[in-house]
């Protein structure tokens, strides 16, 4: 019989208790009735048995149990790892562990035997039933209510491992889970920790630990890159698959599965842990759940990913590509051409697409623990990232769950954070610290400001002597421990032991003066831009000097061109093969071929070259490339940066030439023409006025 939570706690009384107790003594430690009590004692017995523990009760002294240390504390150690403790009262509670139960075994229960668990009439447990029964149709499943009988789950097998996982990622613990998974190494596997959530109550234990066993026998490096809840969730999948095949429930056969998963590495992989699985429960597993283990493993999340054109697979499609493109579009059109910049964010992006179009063409779900904190921290990410989802909507043909959408803005918001951080330009400030002769209270300051802020700031220590014209110009602020006579620059007093108030004053001063330019004597700020200007004018140059114009085949293929461009703009076959490298691996984060403008604009740092370069590609004929890759295109242009300590001003050339390949529509016809000297004199005059403005705004 099923202890129930009342129960449990009327037995912790008692075994804290080692003389009789009365039945109203039980009442007020429980929180209940008196009736109450007396109610949850008809079934003691029951729950006893077979524990070698007996319920004596006795009129006038009261009631106590009985028996020897070892039952005692066998059974309390197994009333403490049972089901945790619920208000059996609150109906939330109640009907999610109706639903549990009633997900544990498929069969036909009366509506006696809930009540009876539940210690509640069985009219209560009908009502429940109407709630119950709406979660379930939500993944395919029903109850049926058969009058005399009882009331079963119905509905496909496949549906009803939907709705256990659903049960599982809603009702388990993430924080504690995390937690129980990081103490997994020194303390046991991590199906350990599984018996005190949910998990372990749908689930057997003894399955998990040994399905754990078999997945580490196959001893896969892919299962090293997977996520902790990647991790997990294959576990649990897994679980519930031998669980149910256990139980003669096995999925039917369907030879879509067939169609739509291919014999790779994944599969592969998903038929070693099959050919485990077999071994260690004795059983046979039918393809098709060999098929769905594949699934799972497909629609996992990686914490690395390589991008070597081999496990990349889909993620290389120009589909793919296209989708990513237009979705950072829908996020924001303004920042979309910045955010493509960004390699880190556009292979993440990537990255996670390949498991999400997996779970969304399946059906698959997947569990976000920080949902609910995304949507309160970042409601403006998670809108506009609901924008991008239309997109993932309109490709996949599926719905985008709120799940979904949750991860998307983990992503985009990194990319926010990075964009942001491009623009704000991070400083080590320098502070001056000072005491009456510098050598004392000035030292201890500085050992204690050190610890604390040693990667933000440059510490010195004078004494009110050593604070020269000089040294003020050469700090941003001091922090002093003695009155000082200064006009500049800004001076925090503190108490030679620096409080926490202290601290917090110092730590706000260092987060204003590291976002401002370091301070500079006029002759410093002159030479800077002189030397500013002498190297764009080099630059600059060079690239109108150095301008390539060729012609190649109409039918030429992407990677032939590669090879021309190579051979075009270095000497050189190992700088040759970096260029191609580079430009391959820009090309596969995102498309660089614009259809909408008539050319592509292949651009991206690489050592093959020493400067920054502009170069023109046309067909012989001036006319269309016809390979299909380039999408009826003209024009191709080379744009390649050196990869030095000048990257910010070859980003800002280079940069301008691509806003007026966009905007200057004439710059384009004269291209179409196809005339070298007429190009160059194009770029000459537009890098002019870039030229004369960059000297204006410095």
Not at 66 to 79: D, P, V
Not at 86 to 114: A, C, H, P, T, W
Not at 311 to 318: E, G, I
Not at 534 to 540: D, G, P, S
């Amino acid at each position: 019989m099923m202890i129930t939570p009342r129960m449990k706690q009327i037995f912790r009384v008692l075994f804290k208790e080692s003389a009789p107790v009365s039945v109203r003594y039980l009442a007020e430690q429980v929180g209940v009735s008196k009736r109450t009590v007396q109610r949850e004692l008809e079934s003691v017995d029951s729950a006893l048995k077979g524990s070698g523990i007996r319920f004596l009760s006795r009129t006038g002294v009261g009631v106590w149990l009985e028996g020897e240390a070892e039952a005692r504390a066998r059974f309390f150690g197994k009333l403490e790892s049972g089901d945790d403790d619920y208000d059996v009262s609150n109906r939330e509670q109640r009907r999610r562990r109706l639903l549990l139960e009633m997900l544990k075994e498929k069969g036909i229960k009366k509506l006696f035997y809930y009540s009876n668990q539940f210690g509640v009439s069985e009219a209560t447990i009908s009502s429940d039933l109407a709630s119950v029964e709406g979660w379930l149709g939500r993944y395919g499943l029903t109850v049926n209510r058969r009058p005399g009988s009882g009331v079963a789950v119905e509905g496909s097998e496949e549906n009803y491992r939907r709705a256990i996982r659903a049960f599982i990622s809603e009702n388990m613990d993430t924080h504690a889970f995390r937690e129980a998974y990081e103490e997994a190494e020194d303390k046991g596997p991590p199906y350990q920790f599984l018996k005190k959530s949910s998990i372990g109550r749908i689930l057997n234990d003894e399955i998990m630990e040994r399905v754990v066993d078999c997945i580490l026998a196959v001893d896969s490096a892919r299962f090293l890159t997977l996520t902790k809840n990647s991790y997990m969730g294959l576990i649990i999948h897994i679980s519930i698959a031998v669980n149910r095949i256990l139980q003669n429930e096995v999925i039917e056969a369907d030879e879509r599965w067939k169609e739509n998963i291919r014999e790779d590495e994944d599969y592969g992989l998903a038929k070693a842990i099959v050919a485990e699985l077999e071994e260690e429960f004795g059983i046979g597993i039918p393809e098709v759940e060999v098929s769905y283990i594949c699934l799972h493993i497909k629609g996992a999340k990686h914490e690395k990913i390589q991008w070597d054109g081999k496990t990349c697979l889909d993620l290389k499609s120009r589909r793919i590509q296209q989708l990513v493109s237009r979705m950072i579009d829908a996020f924001d059109r303004e920042q979309a051409y910045l955010l493509k910049q960004d390699d880190e964010f556009l292979q993440g992006l990537l990255a996670h697409l390949q498991p999400t179009l997996i779970r969304l063409n399946h059906g698959m779900q997947i569990h976000n623990p920080v949902l609910k904190e995304i949507r309160e921290n970042y409601p403006d990410i998670y809108a506009r990232c609901g924008q991008a989802a239309r997109l993932l909507e309109e490709f996949t043909g599926k719905s985008v769950p709120a799940e979904e959408i949750g991860f998307l803005t983990v992503h985009f918001g990194a990319a926010m954070v990075r964009l942001a951080g491009r623009r704000e330009e991070i400083r080590r400030v320098a502070i001056g610290v000072v005491c009456s002769s510098g050598i004392g209270i000035s030292r201890l300051m500085v050992s204690k400001l050190e610890k604390v802020f040693r990667d933000r700031a440059v510490l010195s220590a004078y004494g009110t002597r050593d604070i020269t014209p000089y040294v003020a110009g050469q700090v941003d602020f001091f922090v002093s421990s003695i009155p000082l006579e200064l006009a500049e620059p800004p001076v925090i007093y503190v108490s030679p032991l620096l409080s926490e108030t202290d601290m917090g004053e110092i730590r706000q001063m260092i987060y204003q003066f590291e976002r401002l330019p370091r301070k500079q004597k006029e002759s410093d700020t002159f030479s800077r831009q002189l030397e500013t200007v002498n190297l764009a004018a080099a630059q600059i140059r060079g690239i109108i000097k150095y301008m390539e114009f060729f012609k190649v085949d109409n039918s030429i293929t992407f990677d032939e061109l590669l090879v021309a461009i190579g051979e075009k703009l270095s000497p050189y076959s190992d700088r040759r093969e970096l260029i191609r490298q580079d430009i391959i691996r820009r090309e596969r984060i995102s498309s660089q071929v614009f259809a909408e403008f008539g050319f592509a604009l292949f651009h991206t740092r690489t050592r093959g070259v020493i400067r920054p370069g502009f170069s023109v590609c046309m067909t012989k004929d001036l006319g269309p490339f016809q390979d299909a890759y380039f999408k009826g295109i003209s024009a191709a242009f080379i744009m390649l940066a050196p990869e030095d300590e000048n990257a910010a001003l070859n980003t800002e050339i280079l940069g301008s030439i691509s806003s007026m390949l966009v905007e200057d529509c004439g710059f384009m016809d004269i291209v179409r023409r196809g005339d070298r000297e007429e190009i160059r004199d194009a770029l000459a005059r537009h890098l002019k006025r870039f030229f004369n403005k960059l000297v204006g705004g410095i």
